[in-house]
């Protein structure tokens, strides 16, 4: 048995519609699938939860990225039983002479900031209480009475102390809260200079997202 190939010739393709005439649905085209619309949706979700993501993170370091721009002279608050935190403000690189009160201190350790930290009230205070943070290298400072480092809150720095500051409210029954001063021992300005690199990393990133976002929801005019 013989086989005919049949080829297309000009003639079997349709001559495009004349001017001002409809043109004619190609039966071809219509009976293709619609494009995919899950993975749109997916890389849309995407791109949006990222952005959100980078600026609850670079909201978090606002106090970091000030200390960061703070003076690296240290501004003397005097002696800590008298002392006025209130006066410098936070987020101050500040020195203070004052004796640890053993009674009412704490030990922590955090995720990805290695080591312990001692936690403890001023001796000798009225009033607003201090509370002074000594890393495992703070026992020179410990032995001579003067702690130099970064002046903050409980409820600052990004929430960063805010665990100890509950757990020294509810189980110690410390006057601790969020608005409750802590000194940071060995905290200068310059250990901080990575907040600002990594807040203007977040926001290029949120801004790339957000501009691909925009790129996928742009109407296409061809």
């Known amino acids: 048995m013989a086989t005919m190939n049949t080829a297309t010739t000009v003639d079997d393709i349709p001559a ?6 409809a043109d004619a649905l190609d ?3 219509v009976g293709l699938s619609a494009p995919p619309r ?5 890389l849309a979700v995407l791109l949006t939860a990222i952005p959100v993501a980078a600026l609850f993170l670079a909201s978090q370091m606002i106090d970091d990225v000030r200390y960061a721009m703070a003076p690296t002279s240290a501004v003397s608050l005097g002696d800590g039983r008298s002392a006025d935190p209130a006066s410098v403000g936070l987020n101050h690189y500040v020195t203070l002479t004052a004796s640890p009160s053993m009674a ?3 030990t922590y350790s955090r995720l990805l900031w290695p080591g312990e930290h001692l936690v403890f009230p001023i001796a000798g205070r009225d009033g607003t209480p201090i509370y002074v943070q000594v890393s495992q290298d703070g026992a020179q400072a410990m032995a001579r ?3 130099q480092g970064r002046l903050t809150r409980f409820g600052g720095a990004g929430g960063r102390y805010a665990g100890v500051g ?4 509810r189980s110690l029954r410390a006057p601790v809260s969020a608005d409750t001063w802590l ?13 600002p690199l990594l ?4 926001l290029a990133i949120a801004l790339s997202d957000l501009g691909l976002l925009f790129k996928l929801f742009r109407p296409n005019r061809e």
């Open 199 to 202: 807040v203007t990393l977040l």
């Open 166 to 169: 509950e757990y020294l409210h």
């Open 145 to 147: 009475g003067e702690f």
């Open 183 to 195: 000194l940071v021992d060995g905290a200068t300005p310059t250990r901080n200079l990575w907040a």
């Open 38 to 42: 899950a993975r749109r949706r997916i």
């Open 104 to 106: 009412g201190a704490v």
């Open 27 to 29: 039966e071809v085209l």
């Open 16 to 21: 495009p519609p004349r001017p001002g005439e």
